[in-house]
């Protein structure tokens, strides 16, 4: 069937024959496409229908149009997960079929600022620590973590025993983590950030803001989770009540 013979919008023809095209092979991913003027003689359609089908495929993060350079595919996501479920990003790595690792950046116990004090719901809070990792899969540096838990609650040498910063905390507050109050937001270029992840200045990073709580609701954890938005991407299923 060619496009002409199809009902639906063309635009919307000429983003499945893209799509299919990145499929098979014919448009390979970080590669740049043909020319506007070369991909509109090719599929016989006019500019302007050509740059609505871009513009919406750039919308469904398929390409990326940098202007005065041309437009390119990108890499599909390697990790993907529904942000209603509360998993670990070892999870993540893990079901992927990557190997999951962890680099230490920094590991510090500080006074606690009265907007932590008030975060976690604890007038008396002391110290808090805070602790910097590159979690990486397969060796390669994918998120950025900041991790913060009342000091009581987390160690460096507790955290050796148990491994995994969930365990640790819920061994020490002998309560379990049961759920989080997720923000998601895009980052723009952060050089130390950027220079950790490897990413370019071009693209974006997804920030996951998430306070975690216990079945009693005491806040006990929060995180600051630096995603390459390249490799990584969340869906979230939305229900009719």
Do not use: W
Request: aromatic content about 8%.
């Amino acid at each position: 069937m060619t496009l002409r013979e199809d009902a639906r919008h063309l635009y919307l023809q000429v983003m499945d024959k893209i799509k299919a095209g990145i499929e098979d092979g014919t448009y390979t991913e970080e590669e740049k496409l043909p020319s506007e003027y070369e991909l509109s003689k090719q599929l016989g359609i006019s500019r302007a229908t050509l740059r609505e089908a871009l513009r919406m495929l750039e919308e469904d993060h398929i390409v990326t149009r940098r202007h005065g350079v041309g437009t390119f595919v990108n890499t599909k996501p390697l990790f993907q997960a529904g942000i209603e479920e509360l998993n670990s990003v070892t999870q993540m790595i893990t079901q992927s079929g990557k190997k999951p690792g962890t680099q230490y950046v920094s590991t510090d116990i500080l006074d606690a600022t009265e907007q932590e004090r008030r975060d976690f719901g604890m007038s008396e809070l002391e110290y808090v620590t805070t602790i910097e990792r590159i979690r990486t899969a397969d060796d390669a540096p994918v998120v950025f973590c900041i991790d913060k838990a009342p000091a009581s609650y987390l160690t460096l040498e507790k955290l050796r025993e148990k491994s995994s910063i969930f365990s640790t905390i819920e061994a020490a507050s002998n309560k379990q983590i049961a759920y989080a109050v997720a923000d998601i937001e895009p980052i723009t270029y952060h050089e130390r950030i950027y220079s950790i992840l490897q990413c370019t200045p071009d693209e974006p990073l997804l920030l996951l803001k998430q306070m975690h709580y216990t079945n009693d609701d005491a806040a006990v954890l929060y995180s600051m989770n630096y995603f390459r938005a390249d490799m990584f991407r969340f869906q979230v299923v939305r229900r009719r009540i």
